[in-house]
């Protein structure tokens, strides 16, 4: 028995991999020099959009400490994404992009220039694919390898769920729009400390209203991921707007603080780096939903391995980004929203790479305000009315842009 939980602990908290730790971040007045203090594997560089950001994947690196930044760079955060990389992000003051990237002849520095582009051309680079950096060959630390295999029979995968119904026109050229009723079944998500309501039945009833509300309209098609108290696993969510070819997919909650004053709605779009410690809190805490006794119970599935986000494939998230931001305005008359309002974060109910995404934080439940707007029919209606709104117009935009 001593010897099993030897082999357990080795698989559950393997040894790190590391070979240097990013020692310091040196911000000039243009240029920016990473320094470690043991070889690295390779480096990694890609740009982000909305707010503008300039990310570093270290491999065989142990992150550092995030600092202020200078000059072009607001800030430096980093980050461990996995054992075997570190992440340095560098918030922008402007838009820029790299240039004349090197590694230094002993391999245990990296540097590179910034140079300030046009808005338009900081754009361009961040739908383009990563660059590669190497350090030289005698001076790069080797690839850490494997020290043990496990393996697990996991039986054969669940066959995938019925689709759901399709409301509205019977037309297919129609757009269809997805909607998402976070939580559901054993899961009832947050549950507000004045009235004891419940996320899971808060989300359902303004994913219904929603959906009453685009069907109304006549211009789009709709489907609910669940229509009743049920549970779906996050992967199931965002793979049944992919199976259905959805144009838009968008995945209602009711979010919760410890700080009752806390209170308005945010939109989320997916960013491999969240836009705040507040962000990145909420995406996990969410992300958790499918463990269950600490089972993943989305570990399984079929679909798993063809849904990972290719990172390269930046249009989706830019028009996902676009309709964040046309939700807000047009919902802004009705419901109240937070200051920074559009924010990032890496939801995995986002993560379908084809398919335009946004979770919708309808308000604080933990809120008293917020909770009674979202609980009446009046608020629900106004939240509708919102997002009905958005999403013509965004459509709207999408067929004037073809046209031209």
């Given at each position: 028995?001593?010897?099993?939980?030897?082999?357990?602990?080795?698989v559950?908290?393997?040894?790190?991999?590391?070979?240097g730790?990013i020692?310091a971040?040196?911000i000039?007045?243009?240029?920016v020099?990473?320094r470690?203090?043991?070889?690295?594997?390779?480096?990694?560089t890609?740009i982000?959009?909305?707010?503008?950001?300039i990310?570093?994947?270290?491999?065989?690196a142990?992150?550092g400490?995030a600092?202020?930044g200078?000059?072009?760079?607001?800030?430096?955060?980093q980050?461990q994404?996995?054992?075997?990389?570190?992440?340095?992000?560098?918030?922008l003051?402007?838009?820029?992009?790299?240039?004349?990237?090197?590694?230094?002849?002993?391999g245990?520095?990296?540097?590179?220039?910034?140079r300030p582009v046009?808005?338009?051309?900081?754009?361009?680079?961040?739908?383009?694919?990563?660059a590669?950096?190497?350090p030289?060959?005698?001076f790069?630390?080797?690839?850490?390898?494997?020290?043990y295999?496990?393996t697990v029979?996991?039986?054969k995968?669940k066959p995938?769920?019925p689709l759901?119904?399709?409301?509205?026109p019977?037309?297919?050229?129609?757009?269809l729009?997805?909607?998402?009723a976070?939580?559901?079944?054993?899961?009832?998500?947050?549950?507000?400390?004045h009235?004891?309501k419940?996320e899971?039945?808060?989300?359902?009833?303004l994913?219904?209203?929603i959906?009453d509300?685009?069907?109304?309209?006549?211009?789009?098609?709709?489907a609910?991921?669940?229509?009743?108290?049920r549970f779906l696993v996050?992967?199931?969510?965002?793979?049944?707007?992919?199976?259905m070819k959805?144009?838009?997919?968008i995945?209602?909650?009711?979010?919760?603080a410890?700080?009752?004053?806390?209170?308005?709605?945010s939109?989320?779009t997916l960013?491999?780096?969240?836009s705040?410690?507040?962000?990145?809190?909420?995406?996990?805490r969410?992300?958790k939903?499918?463990?269950?006794?600490?089972?993943?119970?989305?570990?399984?599935?079929?679909?798993?391995?063809?849904?990972?986000?290719?990172l390269?494939q930046?249009?989706?998230?830019n028009?996902?980004?676009?309709?964040?931001?046309?939700?807000?305005?047009?919902a802004?008359s009705?419901?109240?929203?937070?200051?920074?309002?559009?924010?990032f974060a890496?939801f995995?109910?986002l993560?379908?790479p084809d398919t335009?995404?946004?979770l919708f934080?309808?308000?604080?439940?933990?809120?008293?305000?917020?909770?009674e707007?979202?609980?009446?029919?009046?608020?629900?209606?106004?939240v509708?009315?919102?997002?009905?709104?958005?999403v013509?117009?965004?459509?709207?935009?999408?067929?004037a842009?073809?046209?031209?």
């Open positions: 028995m001593g010897l099993l939980f030897v082999l357990l602990a080795m559950f908290h393997p040894a790190t991999a590391f070979a730790t020692r971040v040196e000039g007045n243009d240029e020099t990473l470690f203090d043991d070889l690295v594997v390779g480096a990694s890609f982000l959009a909305g707010p503008d950001r990310a570093l994947d270290i491999s065989g142990e992150a400490a600092r202020e200078s000059g072009l760079v607001r800030a430096v955060r980050g994404p996995n054992a075997d990389t570190a992440r340095v992000v560098l918030d003051v402007q838009p820029v992009i790299l240039s004349d990237a090197r590694f230094a002849a002993d245990r520095s990296l540097s590179f220039r910034l046009s808005a338009s051309e900081f754009e361009r680079a961040a739908r383009g694919p990563r590669e950096l190497q030289p060959a005698q790069r630390a080797k690839p850490p390898g494997k020290r295999s496990v029979p996991i039986g995968p995938a769920l759901p119904a399709i409301q509205g019977n037309n297919p050229r129609l757009p729009v997805v909607i998402d976070g939580h559901g079944g054993h899961d009832p998500g947050a549950i507000s400390p009235s004891g419940r899971k039945d808060i989300t359902l009833a994913a219904r209203a959906r509300d685009l069907v109304a309209s006549g211009r789009v098609r709709v609910l991921t669940r229509s009743d108290d996050l992967e199931e969510r965002f793979g049944i707007a992919r199976r959805a144009d838009l997919f995945s209602i909650h009711a979010d919760a410890e700080n009752e004053q806390a209170n308005g709605a939109v989320y960013s491999e780096v969240a705040d410690r507040e962000a990145a809190r909420l995406a996990a969410e992300n939903a499918n463990i269950i006794n600490g089972v993943d119970l989305g570990a399984h599935s079929s679909e798993v391995s063809s849904i990972l986000l290719d390269t930046r249009e989706t998230m028009v996902a980004s676009d309709f964040a931001r046309l939700l807000q305005r047009e802004a009705a419901v109240k929203f937070r200051t920074s309002a559009h924010r890496s995995v109910v993560k379908a335009p995404s946004i934080e309808t308000g604080f439940i933990s809120n008293k305000d917020d909770a707007f979202l609980a009446s029919a009046a608020g629900q209606k106004k509708a009315r919102g997002v009905r709104d958005a013509q117009i965004h459509f709207a935009r999408q067929i842009a073809v046209a031209r």
